[in-house]
């Protein structure tokens, strides 16, 4: 059997960094910790626990102003708890402007 890391079809990029999350209805903005980007996903780290199917927007702002941010609609597939809090995994469902 083949581990899980081998399957992702694109390759991830480590972040560690600030991230902005808004859910979906608006009604609240959070900060976590980006932890990885792929061509299809993002993970982070949250201090909230976030059940699977929810819709998130994300804004990543790198340090290095030279990038611009980045901004995506999000859906979670899962979420488990690491440390205090919890890793939450997603798919990238559109790409912001």
């Keep these: ?4 890391e081998e399957k992702r079809g694109f ?3 480590e972040l560690n960094c600030r ?3 808004i859910l979906s209805d608006e009604s609240e903005t959070l900060e ?3 932890r990885d980007l792929s061509a299809q ?3 982070f780290h949250a201090d909230r626990h976030f059940e699977p199917g ?3 927007e994300v804004t990543i702002s790198p340090e290095n102003a030279v990038v611009r941010p980045l901004r995506a609609r999000l859906e979670v597939v899962r979420a ?3 440390g205090d809090g919890y890793l939450v995994g997603t ?3 559109e790409m912001l402007e």
């Design 1 to 4: 059997m083949r581990e899980f």
């Design 80 to 82: 488990q708890p690491e």
């Design 91 to 93: 798919r990238i469902l």
């Design 19 to 21: 991230v902005t999350l």
């Design 54 to 56: 929810a819709r998130l």
């Design 32 to 34: 976590a910790e980006g």
């Design 11 to 13: 390759h991830r990029m």
């Design 41 to 43: 996903g993002f993970s």
